[in-house]
């Protein structure tokens, strides 16, 4: 399962992500595992991340996406590497699954890019086979849906003024994002709680101020996973964790920052 934390800020595009997973096999949990579900992929110039099912032709994601570098270098756009991705990875697992029911796998792409403006903006598009439920996982089927997420969230806002609107919103502590995990209404209520918390501390305390670089804003994503990790460490036993084991985080700076 995990947890995966997308922000996107006027600096750049940060993902965040625990390491514990489950690997399955015919249908059924077989281990539980750790290790990395954040990358750069195919370059780095793009992020992916993952949660759900973490094998693909009988390889972790990690090593299934090496095997496929190559292949996928040289990418005209995000939505051309976006979609046929999720193509590759539909075919694959229907091969893996075989009769067995679906099991859910959920890929997120970021990156920048320039609109037919000659505007730099960011993308994030979003692989899935399943539904997010308040509580869980619904619905997996076999077939994958790929469309991007990013710019739904304000389709009347004008590429030109993206970054500023990122702006307000960071100074506000209230940061473009996209959590993926498994019971979102307990995530959220937490996340939420802790962003507060960290408002107030900016307030109040002279070591804390609001984030204004990409850095900064890192520590408080890794927070968070390591937050909702804490949580199934405190209310779950050992072998029913299916968020923890540590944090891993990567970003993307706006490229017109890069000197």
């Not at 590497?81 to 229907?94: G, V, W």
């Amino acid at each position: 399962m995990s947890v995966l934390i997308i922000q996107v800020l006027s600096e750049g595009i940060i993902f965040g992500a625990d390491r514990n997973f489950t690997a399955y096999k015919n249908g059924q949990t077989d281990q539980e595992m750790k290790g990395p579900k954040i990358f750069y992929w195919p370059d780095d110039k793009t992020i992916i991340g993952v949660v759900g099912n973490l094998q693909v032709d009988g390889l972790l994601f990690e090593k299934w996406l090496e095997s496929k570098k190559e292949e996928f270098k040289g990418y005209n756009s995000l939505e051309e590497l976006a979609n046929k991705l999720s193509i590759e990875i539909e075919e694959q697992r229907i091969k893996d699954e075989g009769i067995n029911p679906a099991v859910e796998m959920i890929v997120h792409i970021a990156g920048f890019e320039k609109n037919n403006q000659g505007i730099i903006i960011p993308r994030i598009w979003y692989i899935r086979n399943v539904d997010i439920g308040q509580f869980g996982y619904i619905n997996a089927k076999k077939s994958f849906t790929c469309t991007e997420e990013f710019w739904r969230y304000f389709p009347s806002i004008e590429s030109f003024e993206i970054r500023q609107v990122l702006k307000v919103r960071a100074k506000n502590f209230n940061p473009c994002w996209f959590h993926q995990s498994v019971d979102l209404i307990t995530f959220n209520t937490l996340e939420s709680a802790i962003r507060s918390s960290f408002d107030l501390l900016c307030k109040l305390h002279p070591k804390h101020s609001i984030p204004n670089k990409l850095d900064e804003w890192t520590k408080h994503v890794r927070m968070q996973v390591l937050m909702y990790g804490a949580y199934y460490e405190a209310f779950y036993p050992e072998g029913k964790r299916m968020v923890g084991g540590g944090a891993d985080v990567l970003s993307l700076p706006w490229p017109e920052d890069i000197a």
